[in-house]
């Protein structure tokens, strides 16, 4: 642990700018890249792409929201549903100053593509609001919070869109939205919304699923490979809810997390890091780099030696212009669109394997679903069988992709879009809304 030290000048996060790398590449047009070459792997006609290359809904709002000095600001919300033709739409809202539309787009498909791997009864949504959270009190986050649900309401409810926690959103933020929706209802409806705090509903074990949906998918892989995770070198980019959690869970495990990263920086010691003093330093932000000296950039981080690196935090930071540079051996996959279609492809060529986000990731959205099951029976499950069914789930998922991956000779990221495919498309051909050939 040498490499990294407490700065004597600590500038607090708040004082700091707090957007990083962009997405070089516009996520929505990445998923139709890699759609199309599933569609076609499965030999599906032109119209299931036509179909499922938007989604069916999507909805643009704009929130006005009294401010703390009395003005009122107008923020832009986002609303996206893929497709329902397995269920009702589920996906977490997203509060970020990058948000955009195409990004919405992009992730309410991905979650399609994840409720089809996992098998849940739900077609896939993603909800987004641009705002810096950071800067903003509670006070109003709570009302820009309210607001969103009285927007989206006729859209959403828990037999149509079932929204969740994602980059910037927690419990507290699910609890005021299941408030506003119940008040606008009048009835107490638990099931509109997942990632809720435990009293009013959730579920043991959602705010950990994630992070422990990717441990599992990290241990197949080691299994796979005959690499023990034990000593392994990872280095994990951010450090909130799925970053944070991960990194301690493998240290646990005596992997040696040799690097962290949050909005403003990484810290990285090829010894390994102290996972969790640097933990208990950190703000409700997933943010702790702040305090050190010696920090490096993300991009810098993402091109340290390790033997995998999990990018835990935005989209589209690994592409074209850096994946030559990468000195892992293996990708996993946590955050949402990480790596470009054409970084994958590159990756592949030098053997590096990637685990797919919507295999790796999909802990979160499984949890939710227990979460949401629970709700409808009234009935609440212990911690233990919430982890034993997930890791059910996970296991059998990865083999499902792995299996489909050797039959066409495919990279695991295009396995996983042909297994998500193939549920969405077969229940909206049975449904009669497209012709599959
Ligand atoms: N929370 C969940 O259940 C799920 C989250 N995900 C994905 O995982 C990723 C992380 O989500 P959460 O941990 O929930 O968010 P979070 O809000 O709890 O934490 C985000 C972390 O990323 C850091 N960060 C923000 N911008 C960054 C940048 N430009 N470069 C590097 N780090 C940056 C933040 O400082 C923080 O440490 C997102 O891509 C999200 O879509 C996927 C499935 C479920
Ligand atoms: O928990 C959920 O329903 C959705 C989580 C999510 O937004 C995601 O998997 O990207």
Same mark, same amino acid.
């Given at each position: 642990?040498?490499?990294?030290?407490?700065? $004597?000048?600590?500038?607090?996060?708040?004082?700091?700018?707090? $957007?990083?790398?962009?997405?070089?590449?516009?996520? &929505?047009?990445?998923?139709?890249?890699?759609?199309?070459?599933?569609?076609?792997?499965?030999?599906?006609?032109?119209?299931?792409?036509?179909?499922?290359?938007?989604?069916?809904?999507?909805?643009?709002?704009?929130?006005?929201?009294?401010?703390?000095?009395?003005?009122?600001?107008?923020?832009?919300?986002?609303?996206?549903?893929?497709?329902?033709?397995?269920?009702?739409?589920? @996906?977490?809202?997203?509060?970020?100053?990058?948000?955009?539309?195409?990004?919405?787009?992009?992730?309410? @498909?991905?979650?399609?593509?994840?409720?089809?791997?996992? @098998?849940?009864?739900?077609?896939?949504?993603?909800?987004?609001?641009?705002?810096? =959270?950071?800067?903003?009190?509670?006070?109003?986050?709570?009302?820009?919070?309210?607001?969103?649900?009285?927007?989206?309401?006729?859209?959403?409810?828990?037999?149509?869109?079932?929204?969740?926690?994602?980059?910037?959103?927690?419990?507290?933020?699910?609890?005021?939205?299941?408030?506003?929706?119940?008040?606008?209802?009048?009835?107490?409806?638990?099931?509109?919304?997942? *990632?809720? =705090?435990?009293?009013? @509903?959730?579920?043991?074990?959602?705010?950990?699923?994630?992070?422990?949906?990717?441990?599992?998918?990290?241990?197949?892989?080691? +299994?796979?490979?005959?690499?023990?995770?034990?000593?392994?070198?990872?280095?994990? %980019?951010? #450090?909130?809810?799925?970053?944070?959690?991960? /990194?301690?869970?493998?240290? +646990?495990?005596?992997?040696?997390?040799?690097?962290?990263?949050?909005?403003? *920086?990484?810290?990285?010691? =090829?010894?390994?890091?102290?996972?969790?003093?640097?933990?208990?330093?950190?703000?409700?932000?997933?943010?702790?780099?702040? &305090?050190?000296?010696?920090?490096?950039?993300?991009?810098?981080?993402?091109? &340290?030696?390790?033997?995998?690196?999990?990018? /835990?935090?935005?989209?589209?930071?690994?592409?074209?212009?850096?994946?030559?540079?990468?000195?892992?051996?293996?990708?996993?996959?946590?955050?949402?669109?990480?790596? $470009?279609?054409?970084?994958?492809?590159?990756?592949?060529?030098?053997?590096?394997?990637?685990?797919?986000?919507?295999?790796?990731?999909?802990?979160?959205?499984?949890?939710?679903?227990?979460?949401?099951? &629970?709700?409808?029976?009234?009935?609440?499950?212990?911690?233990?069988?919430?982890? +034993?069914?997930?890791?059910?789930?996970?296991?059998?998922?990865?083999?499902?992709? %792995?299996?489909?991956?050797? %039959? #066409?000779?495919?990279?695991?990221?295009?396995?996983?879009?042909?297994?998500?495919?193939?549920?969405?498309?077969?229940?909206?051909?049975?449904?009669?809304?497209?012709?599959?050939?």
């Amino acid at each position: 642990m040498r490499c990294y030290k407490l700065s $004597t000048n600590v500038q607090t996060a708040e004082a700091k700018k707090t $957007t990083g790398q962009h997405p070089k590449d516009n996520p &929505q047009e990445e998923f139709k890249l890699i759609l199309k070459e599933a569609v076609d792997i499965l030999g599906y006609s032109e119209e299931v792409y036509d179909f499922l290359k938007e989604p069916m809904r999507f909805l643009e709002v704009n929130i006005p929201v009294k401010m703390d000095n009395g003005q009122t600001q107008v923020f832009k919300g986002y609303r996206a549903q893929h497709n329902d033709a397995n269920g009702p739409t589920k @996906g977490g809202i997203r509060f970020h100053p990058d948000v955009t539309a195409d990004e919405v787009k992009a992730l309410a @498909g991905w979650m399609s593509l994840k409720c089809g791997i996992t @098998g849940l009864p739900y077609g896939g949504a993603k909800g987004g609001i641009i705002c810096e =959270p950071r800067s903003m009190s509670m006070n109003e986050l709570e009302r820009l919070s309210r607001g969103y649900v009285r927007a989206v309401s006729q859209l959403v409810g828990p037999t149509k869109d079932i929204p969740a926690p994602d980059m910037y959103t927690n419990s507290q933020i699910m609890a005021w939205m299941l408030d506003e929706y119940d008040h606008i209802r009048e009835f107490d409806s638990p099931g509109f919304i997942t *990632g809720k =705090p435990l009293v009013l @509903g959730g579920s043991e074990g959602r705010e950990t699923a994630t992070s422990k949906g990717v441990l599992y998918t990290l241990q197949m892989v080691s +299994e796979l490979k005959g690499m023990p995770l034990e000593g392994m070198k990872v280095i994990v %980019q951010g #450090f909130g809810n799925v970053g944070g959690y991960l /990194a301690y869970y493998l240290h +646990e495990l005596g992997v040696k997390v040799v690097g962290i990263s949050d909005a403003l *920086g990484a810290i990285y010691d =090829p010894e390994g890091l102290n996972i969790p003093d640097l933990l208990s330093r950190r703000d409700s932000y997933g943010i702790v780099t702040a &305090q050190f000296e010696n920090v490096i950039t993300n991009e810098a981080l993402i091109e &340290q030696e390790c033997d995998v690196l999990i990018p /835990a935090a935005v989209g589209g930071v690994i592409t074209t212009e850096n994946a030559d540079r990468l000195k892992c051996k293996f990708v996993v996959e946590a955050a949402n669109g990480p790596t $470009t279609r054409d970084a994958i492809q590159m990756l592949d060529e030098r053997g590096v394997l990637v685990v797919p986000d919507i295999l790796a990731n999909s802990g979160g959205v499984i949890v939710s679903y227990f979460e949401w099951c &629970q709700n409808n029976q009234g009935y609440y499950w212990t911690k233990e069988l919430v982890e +034993e069914r997930l890791k059910e789930k996970i296991h059998a998922s990865f083999l499902n992709v %792995q299996n489909t991956a050797e %039959q #066409f000779g495919i990279n695991m990221k295009t396995a996983a879009y042909v297994e998500g495919i193939r549920k969405i498309a077969e229940a909206s051909g049975l449904r009669g809304w497209i012709n599959l050939n």
